[in-house]
């Protein structure tokens, strides 16, 4: 499974190797940044970081400027602020810079990765990562991560090559598909295999599939060419 990367700028080495270690220990990717500029240059290569802590006094340009940038660029990645407790202005700034959430130090582990992982769920971060990974069609739920097949929520026992034809009909849901181009997808440019083995593997597949395999409803068969997934 594919950590969460959460992007910690904090100037102060002590503070910042402090909440690294929690986040790792809470089961995130920590991406350290020490300056202001430092973090806009890790973000920018950190694509998929997914949520930002912002230390506000920093050297070069301050924690809330960073913030205004992300929120330039489009990004809605989640945000928190970790403020100084003298700076009550600061929740109001940052909260208005496009933060979302503050934290007032000195913080506690146990506060912070409460907020990291009540800000996710808020977000809806863990549900985008799960619905990435979901085809649904009709009454079948592909799930590409970890290759598993549900028929109306019953698991359905698929080999290797089975899952690559069904991921193959879900990505290409309506479109006729050449028992060349099958072929070729599934078992890889290298093989030299017969067409044969694609109708071999397609009859297998509709058997689980299919309420009546003589009669086949969702993956159905396109005369002199190849499959098509009718649903
Ligand atoms: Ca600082």
Redesign the pocket.
């Known amino acids: 499974m594919k950590l969460k990367k959460i992007l910690v700028l ?3 080495a002590s503070i910042r190797s402090f909440v690294v270690i929690n986040l790792r220990r809470s089961g995130y990717e920590p991406i350290e940044a020490e300056s202001g500029v430092d973090a806009l240059e890790k973000l920018k290569m950190n694509p998929d970081i997914c949520l930002a802590l912002l ?1 506000v ?2 050297p070069d340009i301050d924690g809330f400027e960073v913030c205004r940038r992300i929120r330039a660029s489009g990004s809605k990645m989640g945000v928190i602020m970790l403020t100084a407790k003298s700076q009550e202005i600061d929740k109001v700034t940052g909260l208005m810079t496009g933060a979302d959430d503050y934290v007032t130090k000195p913080f506690s582990p146990a506060e912070l990765t409460a907020r990291v992982d009540a800000l996710i769920r808020r977000l809806g971060i863990d549900d985008i990562d799960k619905a990435s990974n979901e085809i649904v069609s009709g009454p079948f739920l592909l799930n590409t991560r970890n290759r598993t097949l549900e028929k109306n929520g019953q698991r359905v026992k698929l080999t290797q090559i089975e899952y690559l034809l069904m991921r193959l009909f879900l990505q290409n849901p309506g479109r006729a598909m050449s028992r060349e181009d099958i072929l070729s997808s599934v078992w890889g440019n290298e093989f030299t295999g017969e067409l044969k083995t694609v109708d071999v593997n397609i009859r297998r597949l509709r058997i689980k599939i299919e309420s009546d395999p003589t009669e086949p409803e969702y993956l159905t068969t396109v005369w002199g060419y190849g499959y098509k997934w009718g649903y």
Do not use: N
């Open positions: 904090e100037d102060e230390d006094m920093l």
